[in-house]
């Protein structure tokens, strides 16, 4: 096989695992890639199948209709009597009891196999590295690049007419979605300030802490730290990332505590506490309107489920019940700490598996049992995904192979690799996947963070488990990988001001490089609370990437679109914001009068990505042509040829 | 004389050069600075010099106490009745019509003189192009740029911590000065959409222009341009500078109407139309009212006088009055755009003369008879400035010097010379100065745009005559003019954003090196409309230099002082915003409860201003010195000592 054969072929081999693998948790892989792959294989193309079938993907709920309360539990699923356990790792679904104790699961849950995964990641890791894909990759991404460049040269002014001919919308009434925040910063500084101040004056004898026993007031917490809100400044607060966090992980996540306080943070920034997290419920909630008067502003904040304990679940649910923390303008997603190593350290769980079980199995559980669970039920409708977080650039000497512990036998102090988590991670989020569809309910995507910092195997992971990513910023360090997110069209959420205060100076960010070469990508603010200075932490994103990167209002339009399609927003939603054919790929699922996208920009885009499928696609078939050729005709044929 | 001599010695009369045309304009030229000339002359230092005698500063209109009506002409001063005529290009004022028939013009007031200035001049161009000079200025800014990133790894934590103990002030309600907006460009994009449609939904049937004698309501208006206002956006508004404006002042210009219409600015943006003015005024007052919101920001917009006809005050005067466009977080400029080669080549002037009398005569007239011209007298108390506004990066064959043609001279329909233009509208304000301090009324300051593009002779002009300038990118090209704006501190009004979109890519612009050399720099925004996204485009400035350039706290509060420094802001203002002692220099003239800036910082900055002044003393002292040693001592003397 020569050069070009190879990667090609290694490439349909690496778009055909992730197609595999998203298939099975009712994640998204393009049709347009996915009709290139049946090409290759033979297999004819079907024109019922330019829209995705509905059984294929993923299901979030609507919002409320007008009057209905979305915390009714009356309208939840009847209880079923199957059981879940967790084996190896992962949690399994039986008819009951006995089957559990045979560990025959049900049938119509299909499960992930864990040596074919293995074999998988180990092809992929082969062919990253693999010198010919490596040379082949990376001039296809440079033809991208300049391709782009001149099809803006050509076509920039025509684009720019067709917005201006469409009446109505523009880029301040186009939706954006902010794909990417943490609930505990997403507040900015002065917020958490006046806050912080506000609260001192209204309930300063209330007891907001209880200390070996004792009741503690607002008053007197405040008089420990040696501080009094009045002259709290937005410097002596300092929760804001500065040139001090820059390749330093740990500051910045100090910076959480405000006045360095961790006091604060518990009482300010947690959902658990003496006060049932009421403050920070009242600041998200005020977060919340704030996007509902934007109005075409909508975040996804992640809340954390550690794994410390099992009643997390109970006590987040119980919060966000409590308090009603629900807003139409919020998609809520689940963050898991990478930290077994510090819980294990300190002896709060005997094994990985544990934690994982501590993850999943409520969810489990509620999906089996709602009226058992109310509350989590309740909350688990309005949570649309999973995101996996932690420093990135910290080291694990663990390599995940066939050899790798079981969880149940993990239960060292040291942590696991990267990929051993997302592997679980995904793994359960399949199995809940699947059997929440059986059920009627909602499904979770997986969105970890991943490429921000450490190996590029972050990167891999991802490609084979995840919906889509945060960050992404490593893929400029490995083509095979970029090229592969483009083919699959795998959304990333970026954050350049988050990236320029801790990984990278904002003007090397590599924002502009891939929303040129056509990888779809959306921006997002991390955490305002840390990286912006205004009351609107994602229009100073798009308006900071705007001037930096000199976008055009069509590029500004495609990326608040991306953001859309990224994020957990409801079926009924995305229609209204993208258009009833929004699920089309290609210029006809885009509606310009909803998403101010200029239609020679989505058929560039369209183009571009068949063209390129299509170098695929045509090697794959010559080679396997030409392998039967080779053994019927003599060699100097083909060469006249 | 060696190398070091001459730069010196040319440093020295570089500044004495620019300290003379300050004091006789009531411009500012910093204490420090001054004594070390003094001390070079050898006159002795006097502690009652420690404070800038007041008869030496601009005096500006303090704002009205509570229930003093701004507008209210019976504290007009009374009339005199002397007599203001121009000769050569300057107006002079005379007791009567008889000195002015024999031009004998009042002794009180001293008068610029015109071959001294070509003089100076010529011996500055000379300076800024000498070798040695040039090299010696550009190791010592070599040096202040790693002297201050010493002092930043040294003292960064240190200021920080100043910062933090500093209780009730932050960055956010430390006090800024928008120092540079045009007010034709004063609302953002979606400001002025969003009043277009309100206008109509109002005014449909209004007749809002007369052509031909025939009235036109705002209907029809529309209906004449084939488009609703129903139908706009941002897009089809088409006010916002983009790609295609790089380079481009002529496009960028073209920007300033709305859909392309110059009919919509005439009716929005402009004080002199069918409505008089009323759009543009609401607007500027509801930007105003955004602004009190705020509350600790303030803008200094800019009003255009062409010089077109002697009209021009009295109508923008009426507007001024007629609106009560008054608020006390405006300080008005007016902007004067060297546009003489069109009025010529349209016949609407005979020469460049009577475009200076269109100017500044009716100034001259209010400030002699308020009584007479009361509106404008009015309008004058608020106005702080003269700014000089065109695209620099325009040639100009014209050579200013001693064969120049007087004004009145000036027919041809070329446009003059920066340096020309520059001339006369400094020595006309100088005049304008002096005469209305003899009244006892407000000054004047002289603020033009400068080294936005174009030759460096125009920063050497307003090195000469400017209080404080727009821009100063162009300082970048000459070491010595760079040099010599440290050492007279002479404020630079610069704005990334709008330079980003003209002349300067954000990442290669010299805020950030000017910053930390210890020129005084300040943020602003130029154009809003044109250049931001956000609703409070001085803080989406402020947030994007912190962003690309890593400012600290203190960075950016010491821009917001030089802010308010740089200013008209009356002197009762600044110290409620700075303090009581502002005018003092160094440290003891920063109230960090006030400004939020680290003693540290005032020290370090006040500490090398003296050590760079204390080189040019030393080598000024040495020389004369030397002079006199070598006449009397034989050589070896010198050598073994």
Redesign the interface.
């Known amino acids: 096989m020569d050069d070009f054969e190879v990667s090609c072929k290694g490439i349909y081999r690496a778009l055909s695992i992730r197609e595999k693998y998203m298939r099975q948790a009712f994640q998204r892989f393009p049709l347009t890639t996915s009709q290139y792959l049946r090409d290759i294989e033979g297999e004819p193309f079907k024109p019922e199948d330019s829209v995705q079938p509905a059984k294929c993907l993923s299901v979030f709920t609507s919002p409320p209709k007008k009057g209905e309360d979305p915390f009714n539990t009356k309208c939840l699923p009847e209880n079923v009597k199957w059981v879940a356990r967790m084996k190896n790792g992962v949690i399994y679904v039986y008819k009951d009891a006995t089957a559990a104790d045979q560990h025959k699961p049900m049938e119509e849950l299909a499960i992930p196999d864990y040596e074919t995964f293995i074999d998988d990641m180990n092809f992929l890791i082969a062919l990253i590295a693999q010198g010919p894909t490596k040379t082949y990759t990376h001039r296809r991404l440079k033809f991208l690049m300049s391709k782009f460049n001149v099809h803006e040269m050509l076509n920039?002014m025509e684009e720019?007419k067709e917005?201006?001919?469409?009446?109505?919308?523009?880029?301040?009434n186009c939706r954006k979605v902010d794909t990417h925040i943490h609930a505990a910063a997403c507040m900015n500084q002065?917020h958490l300030l006046r806050f912080i101040k506000k609260s001192y004056q209204v309930d300063a004898d209330r007891v907001v802490q209880k200390v070996k026993g004792k009741d503690v007031t607002m008053k007197e917490l405040f008089a420990n730290l040696n501080l009094h809100p009045?002259?709290?400044?937005?410097?002596?607060l300092?929760v804001h990332a500065?040139?001090q966090t820059f390749q330093r992980f740990d500051k910045f996540n100090a910076k959480y505590n405000p006045v360095g306080a961790s006091e604060l943070r518990d009482l300010y920034m947690k959902t658990e506490n003496h006060i049932d997290g009421e403050y920070f419920a009242r600041i998200i909630k005020e977060v919340a309107s704030d996007l509902e008067d934007a109005r075409y502003q909508y975040a996804e904040p992640r809340l954390s489920i550690y794994g410390c304990n099992p009643n997390e679940w109970t006590k987040l649910s119980g919060w966000f019940n409590m308090h009603r923390v629900f807003s139409p303008q919020l998609k809520w997603m689940i963050q898991v700490p990478r930290i077994y190593d510090i819980f294990r350290g300190r002896n709060f769980v005997p094994h990985f598996g544990k934690m994982l079980e501590n993850i999943f199995l409520p969810v489990f559980q509620a999906t089996i049992e709602p009226h058992a669970h109310p509350e989590l039920s309740i909350f688990l409708k309005h949570v649309t995904g999973f995101d996996s977080v932690d420093d990135e650039s910290k080291h694990s000497g663990h390599m995940f192979s066939t050899k790798s512990p079981k969880p149940e036998e993990w239960d060292i102090v040291k942590n696991p690799s990267y990929t051993y988590y997302i592997y679980y991670m995904y793994a359960n989020i399949t199995m809940i996947n699947q059997l929440r569809k059986q059920r009627g309910m909602n499904t979770f995507q997986f969105r970890p963070h991943c490429g921000e910092a450490g190996a590029v195997t972050h990167l891999l992971a991802a490609f084979m488990t995840a919906d889509n990513i945060s960050h992404g910023l490593n893929l400029k360090k490995s083509p095979v990988l970029q090229y592969l997110y483009f083919l699959a069209q795998i959304p990333i959420a970026m954050s350049p001001?988050s990236n320029?205060s801790l990984f990278l100076e904002?003007?090397k960010n590599p924002l502009l490089e891939f929303l040129k070469k056509g990888l779809i990508v959306s921006l997002s603010t991390d955490d305002p609370m840390q990286f912006?200075?205004?009351?609107?932490p994602l229009?100073?994103e798009?308006?900071?990437a705007?001037?930096?990167f000199?976008l055009?209002?069509c590029d500004m339009c495609e990326i608040s679109r991306n953001s859309v399609l990224q994020s957990g927003l409801s079926n009924e939603e995305k229609i209204h914001f993208l258009g009833a054919d929004y699920l089309k790929e290609g210029p006809e699922g885009n509606d310009i009068r909803k998403t101010?996208v200029a239609q020679i920009r989505m058929a560039y885009r369209y183009e571009t990505l068949c063209y390129e499928l299509n170098l695929i696609k045509e090697e794959n078939k010559i080679s396997t042509k030409l392998f039967y050729l080779l053994k019927l005709m003599p060699l100097p044929w083909l060469i006249s040829k």
């Open positions: 920039e720019m917005l201006k001919m469409n009446p109505h919308r523009d880029f301040y002065k009045y002259d709290l400044t937005v410097d002596s300092d500065g040139r001001l320029n904002y003007a912006h200075y205004t009351k609107e229009m100073e798009y308006a900071i705007a001037q930096v000199k055009s209002t101010n």
